[in-house]
């Protein structure tokens, strides 16, 4: 009998155990143990307003610099996302390492008294976090040009076929359309002149005043913007996202140009100068040329020498970079770098042929910290080209053309 009451027994225990390991792994198994704490890493749901919960099966620990996606913000959970959802304006992301303080305050607006949550009630949702700007901004989102205080203006958006400029369009790719500003509206000095009203009645001057650009955005509009803030007194700083998501300068600190670089070699140049792989020794200068295709590098020698023109293999911005070491090398004394852009070249091309100037983290792989971080060009210039003269129209086949009177 004391046999069968123990055999009872440890069956009964065995049942018991089977049902509460199968009651802790509940539906999903051990996803839902991995899932059931915090699941962003890095700076992903740091995100204003954009935090809470990840959708099931997301990475537990993402790489520094990685960037967290999820199905409620288009482009990442991370501090700048929230700017794509309110000023339709989606940073380039740039490979730069010196994050600034973030230009405004996250606020939580308080319930309303007499509220479900004032009455012990659970919310539906989390609240919304709003966001309140600390420091003059200047904003051109993908239609809509912003101040910290709300909307003064439109940008113009040309595509073919023209439903690349609907809402739904402008997510496409960067180069199939051109965000700029209406040429109508310009002053004598082809500025927009209702943003250059704007901005003279802002107390600017002085001030240090972060300009965000969509990366559609032309690159003519950009540097038009920046044009009107040197024209009121501010002192513009082009802004860019770093791979977490954080806030930084496009260029290096740049408190005034170097001396250019005057060459004149005394000695007849030999044939290795001249090598397609290899910096020339008489190097004068450095010069990209961005536009909706891609960019160009330019290796100018003293005339009537003919520049260098190497080919960018493989990853096009690293390739520059290994180009710009070369060239800081060769020519220690050669401080700046000039990018030319074309007008409608998109501004995030324009950011990564800065990447590739500045510094050497410009040759990190994506997602991953800069471990060597050696500056390049102290300086770097930056240019629209002027658009080329319309060719002239040839006359139809068959027509005679007039002769000049006598």
């Known amino acids: 009998m004391a046999a069968f009451r123990r055999q009872v027994f440890l069956g009964l225990s065995a049942a018991v155990a089977l049902w509460a390991v199968a009651g ?38 993402l790489p520094h610099g990685a960037t967290q996606l999820s199905h409620d913000a288009p482009f990442g959970d991370d501090p700048v996302s929230w700017l794509d959802l309110k000023y339709k304006l989606e940073l380039p992301r740039s490979t730069q390492t010196q994050a600034i303080a973030l230009p405004w ?21 989390a609240q919304a976090v709003e966001h309140r ?26 595509a073919e ?21 209406d040429p109508a509206e310009a002053d004598a000095n082809g500025l927009p002149a209702w943003l250059v009203k704007a901005v003279a009645g802002q107390d600017w001057k002085g ?11 032309a690159a003519q509009a950009v540097l038009q913007a920046q044009t009107v803030l040197l024209a ?50 008489d190097l004068t200068a450095v010069v990209v040329e961005v536009s909706t295709t891609g960019m160009h590098l330019i290796l100018l020698r003293p005339e009537p020498h003919p520049p260098i ?27 700046m770098a000039t990018i030319r852009a074309a007008a409608d070249a998109p ?26 971080h050696r500056p390049l060009f102290a300086w770097i210039s930056l240019h629209v080209q002027p658009a080329p003269a319309p060719a002239a129209v040839p006359a139809p086949a068959g027509v005679v053309k007039p002769a000049a009177p006598m």
């Open 24 to 61: 802790c792994r509940g539906p999903g198994g051990p996803q839902n143990q991995a899932n059931s704490g915090n699941p962003q890493g890095g700076a992903a749901g740091q995100g204003g307003g954009q935090g809470g919960q990840a959708a099931p099966g997301a990475p537990q620990g």
């Open 105 to 125: 305050q996250d606020v939580t607006p308080a319930a309303a008294p007499g509220s479900a949550a004032d009455a012990g009630a659970k919310p539906a949702a």
């Open 133 to 158: 700007w600390t420091e003059p901004v200047l904003l051109l989102g993908r239609g809509e040009v912003a101040t910290g205080e709300g909307v003064i203006g439109k940008l113009r958006c040309q």
């Open 161 to 181: 076929p023209h439903d690349l400029c609907t809402e739904a369009g402008l997510r496409a790719p960067t180069g199939r359309q051109r965000l700029d500003f």
């Open 207 to 217: 001030k240090p005043v972060l300009l965000l650009a969509d990366r559609r955005v």
């Open 232 to 281: 009121a007194g501010a002192e513009p700083r082009l802004t860019v996202a770093t791979l977490a998501g954080a806030l930084a300068y496009a260029l290096p600190p740049q408190p005034h140009p170097p001396t250019l670089l005057a060459f004149a070699p005394t000695t007849a140049v030999s044939e290795v100068d001249a090598a397609p792989d290899r910096v020339p020794r």
């Open 309 to 335: 023109t190497p080919e960018l293999l493989g990853d096009v911005v690293q390739a520059l970079n290994v180009w710009a070491e070369r060239a800081r090398t060769t020519a220690p004394e050669l401080k």
């Open 347 to 372: 501004w995030e091309e324009v950011a990564r042929a800065i990447d590739g100037l500045r510094d050497t983290c410009a040759r990190a792989a994506k997602g991953t910290p800069c471990h060597d």
